[in-house]
């Protein structure tokens, strides 16, 4: 038990220090919140969310795709020491990754070996694979969409009075604050759920809940000591973002997020604010995306499912044989 908390800790950590770019990232590089600032928001509301919004996923990544009877706790060990890892490594790199799609993998690798392919479920798992590839095309296209009304609508008309367009982005960096934290809450969620899940369903929900409570101190913590890194990946090297595209992006994303999260579905918010930005990029004009990034970070997307699956199926041989 107390080696699981602090693995689940460990993994929250990283997570969060990988995910806190999904709320914040578009803050910082839009420039209305300086990085200190934005972590410091960021932390909060990841918090407020992983506290009072994460069960469902909690519930889908604990016990949606293994039986319950399967999930011992040497299982919820490997599992989130195998996406910690993973994301571990990532975070050195600064890429992007998706949490989600570490954990789910992990799930998967210890599943296979473990419970046999039979016992798994898979329609969840299908659920959860259409969520990772749905979700960011649908952050792309709510992206455009929004700023590509909010450009036609008041942008346009204000482009050539630089008084006016100076102050329309002043104006909306306070909107991008205010969506950058609603869009936390639905990170710190998903975010709970990938790092406490798993270990939660087993210990029961009278401990299960002061498991979470420690899951969201220490995504708390890697927030604040490691968050700079993706999230200037995020919010600086994808596209130049302005408050008006950045509020475009983050109100989008978020607003998915909270949604999925809502239903139990593990989305990545990473893949949903990487569409998102990508679809401002695009109103914009598509020179203004950076492609080689984006290659960089859709490739280590695909890497993360047979990695995880790959790392935990083998923790879980290795630590069998030495039993």
């Not at 989130?80 to 990532?90: K, Q």
């Not at 050195?92 to 998706?98: E, M």
Request: one cysteine or more.
């Amino acid at each position: 038990m107390i080696i699981g908390v602090i693995t689940a800790m460990y993994m929250a950590f990283n997570i969060a220090a990988n995910d806190i770019g999904n709320s914040m990232g578009t803050v910082v590089g839009s420039g209305a919140l300086t990085m200190r600032k934005a972590l410091l928001i960021g932390a909060l509301f990841e918090f407020l969310g992983a506290i009072f919004l994460g069960s469902s996923v909690i519930k889908t990544i604990g016990s949606g795709i293994i039986p319950l009877e399967f999930m011992t706790g040497l299982g919820a060990f490997i599992i989130t020491m195998s996406a910690g890892i993973w994301i571990t490594i990532t975070l050195i790199k600064k890429i992007p990754i998706s949490g989600s799609d570490a954990i789910v993998s992990s799930v998967l690798g210890y599943g296979i070996v473990y419970a046999g392919i039979n016992h798994l479920q898979w329609t969840t798992v299908g659920y959860i694979m259409a969520s990772w590839v749905i979700s960011p095309l649908i952050g792309l296209a709510s992206g455009f969409l929004v700023y590509y009304f909010l450009k036609l609508g008041y942008l346009n008309n204000v482009k050539n009075n630089i008084g006016a367009k100076d102050r329309a982005e002043k104006i909306f960096s306070y909107f991008q604050i205010g969506s950058s934290s609603f869009a936390a809450l639905g990170v710190g969620a998903i975010d709970i759920a990938a790092a406490t899940g798993v270990l939660y369903v087993t210990v029961g929900s009278t401990i299960g809940f002061s498991i979470k409570l420690l899951g969201a101190l220490a995504l708390v913590l890697g927030i604040l000591i490691a968050g700079n890194r993706i999230t200037d990946t995020i919010g600086r090297r994808i596209t130049e973002l302005v408050p008006t595209r950045g509020f475009s992006a983050q109100i989008s994303a978020g607003s998915i997020t909270i949604l999925f999260a809502s239903l139990g579905i593990p989305i990545s918010p990473t893949q949903t604010l990487v569409g998102s930005v990508i679809g401002v990029g695009m109103a914009r004009g598509t020179s203004t995306v950076q492609l080689d990034v984006i290659k960089h970070i859709a490739s280590t997307w695909i890497i993360t499912i047979p990695a995880c699956i790959g790392i935990s199926a083998s923790l879980y041989l290795i630590i069998n044989a030495i039993i």
